[in-house]
Nanobody, 116 residues
């Protein structure tokens, strides 16, 4: 079955960096767009970044443009989110997502806390 497993979250000071990873299995990873969402306390889940199957098109939430980079390794079935110059407002649980054959799949999430 489809599985998405995130890793790489943690506590970081403002201005710091983290790289999130999402290991995918159970589907033809190379055929599907992959996304990162986040959900902060008492806020709705929002789309942070998306990368199309061939990696040639990327979307970013305006607030993270220029600071976050989404990438993928189709040989490793893994999608990454490099997060630089982190701000306290980036604190959230980050989720990996893919829509496979019309159904949305989610990982369990990884916590990112940006605090001094």
């Amino acid at each position: 079955q489809v599985q998405l497993v995130e890793s790489g979250g943690g506590l970081v000071q403002p201005g710091g960096s983290l790289r999130l990873s999402c290991a995918a299995s159970g589907f033809s990873f190379w055929r599907y767009a992959m996304s990162w969402y986040r959900q902060a306390p008492e806020k709705e889940r929002e789309l942070v970044a998306r990368i199309f199957a061939d990696g040639n098109f990327r979307y970013y939430l305006d607030f993270v443009k220029g600071r976050f980079t989404i990438s993928r390794d189709n040989a490793m079935n893994t999608v990454y989110l490099q997060m630089n110059n982190l701000k306290p407002e980036d604190t959230a649980v980050y989720y990996c997502n893919s829509e496979v054959t019309g159904r949305n799949y989610w990982g369990k999430g990884t916590q990112v806390i940006v605090s001094s």
